[in-house]
């Protein structure tokens, strides 16, 4: 049976293929049959799919569970903003998030454009196909399926109540993650289009169109991996904001080929000769690890806490990234073939687009390192049906080969920022004079301040490798640390006295970014080196509101805690007499002054 929502989605793919269908036949045979329909069927189908979004939030609101994917993700006793963020809490609600925007993203194309140039005619083209794609997805695993369906025998039951949302997901940082990850998964696709029309045609168009764009989706991607991690330090308690857990990993790979494409495009606009293959080559890239990123979700192969578990949608998934990187690597190569040979002045090494590909190289190796630690495992379980890990600690192997790119990265962003050719001979000191300070720091011996613990089980078991990398001093990011700190300031202080209004604005973006960038890796040192863990902490719950000293100068407090019977629970775990403890609010005094007010431990049990 046909239900109203998914009415809408038959609706909205229909107008989309009549869209397509228009701009099709204005590009190949140059008819302008459809051609007073184009933007009128992608602004339909944009209106269809927002209605239908809004349906589906109206569904969660009226707690209607005779929708199976409502009953699943709602109760009556949740509050109204987790009903309406219900709506993204499982795969059915998500995609149809994503195609909604993939469409948002069309309909602006169209209004802006009004598809006069055959590169936006060419790029909605691409959208529109990708878009329709994901309309198919949707109507696969549709949030708008009834418990009816198959079960002939509940017709006229109406479930009392939902089955309620997860715990973990009961949480203010659901509310922003979720839409801020899937708004930047579906803005990309606008660069990809614009990438995959000029490696067909060499429009040089492409990069002033797919420009905001990237910076958007760039935007978006990286604030919600920094919600996400705020989200998984207070909820998980992974002990930190990063853990290099699969999905989070996933994310964190396209953000890195993006943020290498944005640098090698703001080199392209200048020149269009350089970057002119690496460019669009990064933002095709960046849709396909998207796509990639949403497999390590949807596939269930992934060990994570994040992953949805496996859907019928995972094999459309791949079927989509495989013809995306098919496409991109034959017309890039056919690009690269084609490329006349280029007669230039012999300026050596030390030049602004050399360090660039230094930068865009230090970058993708960055995403094979992240990409490689969550793919091996699954790959050596497909094809030879064994459970194993990229090491005997994950985190430490990220770690361990993250770290010496991240201080060549540093070095570049330095150099680069305010590479000047007449300055050169001294912007080329000043960089020797850091590596050499931070080699030095290497060597540097401490307690226990090195890239990987020496009394971890990790340091005992892997190749001798991991020794010589893991014996790093840390003490080796501070040297390349200060030289970035100081270039972006000098930076910034230089370009502050522009006359251009955008170009002041333009610097301090400029700044914000590196100097966040510089930032999160110090904070990201000093809190992964400066933790101390306390084992075997038993604290009664008849201690409440009382100062247990744990060791170590700490002490704590249990503030409040809750519990579920164990009936309800539907199992058994840390109990009190016939209940189930479900959260524990804490507060941690170090020297018996408060330095954590607050950490929620929630049952995973429902």
């Known amino acids: 049976m046909v239900t109203f929502g998914d009415g809408l989605l038959y609706a909205s793919a229909v107008a989309g293929v009549i869209a ?36 589906l939030t109206y569904y969660f609101v009226a707690g209607d569970f005779t929708l199976e994917y409502v009953w699943q993700y709602s109760s009556r006793d949740l509050p109204l903003i987790y009903k309406i963020s219900g709506a993204w809490a499982g795969q059915p609600g998500t995609y149809l998030l994503w195609v909604w925007v993939i469409f948002l993203s069309a309909a602006w194309l169209a209004l802006t454009t009004k598809h006069a140039t055959p590169l936006s005619r060419r790029t909605q083209i691409i959208t529109l196909i990708i878009g329709i794609y994901f309309i198919l997805i949707t109507r696969v695993l549709t949030p708008f399926k009834t418990i009816y369906e198959g079960r002939p025998d509940l017709i006229g039951y109406i479930p009392p109540d939902g089955s309620g949302l997860n715990a973990l997901l009961v949480n203010f940082w659901m509310i922003i993650h979720p839409p801020l990850m899937f708004i930047g998964y579906a803005a990309i696709t606008i660069p990809f289009a614009a990438a995959i029309v ?14 905001q764009w990237s ?14 991690g705020v989200w998984a330090y207070l909820v998980l308690g992974w002990g930190g904001f990063w853990a290099w857990d699969p999905v989070e990993t996933a994310s964190f790979i396209p953000w890195l080929t993006l943020t290498a494409y944005l640098h090698a495009a703001a080199l392209h606009r200048k020149n269009r000769s350089t970057f002119s293959i690496a460019a669009p080559i990064l933002a095709a890239v960046s849709f396909i690890l998207v796509l990639y990123a949403a497999i390590v ?41 084609e490329e006349p040979d280029k007669i230039e002045e012999d300026r050596g ?23 490689w630690g969550i793919t091996y495992p699954v790959f050596i379980q497909l094809t030879q049906g064994l459970k194993v890990g990229v090491a005997s600690d994950t985190k430490n192997f990220f770690n361990v080969w993250s770290y010496p790119f991240t201080l060549v990265l540093l070095l570049a962003l330095g150099f680069c920022l305010n590479y000047s050719e007449k300055e050169k001979k001294k912007q080329k000191k000043i960089l020797f004079i850091v590596a050499g300070l931070t080699i030095i720091a290497m060597l540097v011996r401490l307690d226990n301040f090195y890239v990987l613990d020496h009394n971890s089980p990790f340091w005992l078991r892997e190749p001798e490798i991991y020794k010589l990398i893991g014996s790093i001093s840390l003490l080796s990011i501070f040297p390349p640390l200060i030289y970035a700190g100081m270039a972006v300031a000098d930076y910034l202080i230089r370009n502050l006295g522009a006359t251009s209004k955008r170009a002041r604005i333009k610097s301090t973006g400029l700044t914000m970014v590196h100097i966040a960038v510089v930032l999160i890796l110090l904070g990201s040192i000093i809190s992964s080196t400066r933790e101390e863990k306390i084992e075997g902490i038993n604290i009664p719950l ?65």
């Open 20 to 55: 397509l269908a228009g701009l099709l036949l204005k590009e190949l045979k140059n008819s302008d049959v459809l051609k007073d329909l184009i933007s009128p069927m992608i602004l339909a189908c944009t209106w269809l799919l927002t209605f239908a979004y809004l349906l």
């Open 198 to 211: 000029y490696l067909l045609t060499k429009d040089d168009g492409w990069e002033e169109l797919s420009r």
């Open 215 to 228: 910076r958007f989706t760039w935007l978006f991607l990286g604030m919600g991996i920094a919600v996400g």
């Open 297 to 337: 979700v949807r596939s269930g192969l992934f060990n994570s806490v994040h992953a949805f578990g496996e859907a019928s949608t995972g094999t459309l998934l791949i079927i989509s990234l495989f013809a995306s990187a098919l496409v991109s690597g034959g017309l890039g190569m056919r690009r690269y073939l």
């Open 349 to 371: 090494f030390w030049n602004k687009t050399s360090i660039f590909y230094v930068t865009l190289l230090v970058f993708v190796i960055l995403a094979f390192v992240s990409f």
């Open 542 to 606: 008849s201690a409440k509101g009382e100062l247990v000293d744990i060791g170590k100068g700490y002490a704590m407090k249990i503030v409040d805690f809750s519990t579920r019977s164990l009936t309800e629970a539907g199992g058994e775990a840390a109990s009190s007499g016939d209940y189930t403890v479900q959260s524990v609010k804490l507060e941690v005094y170090k020297s018996f002054s408060r330095v954590s007010a607050e950490d929620s431990c929630r049952s995973l049990s429902r």
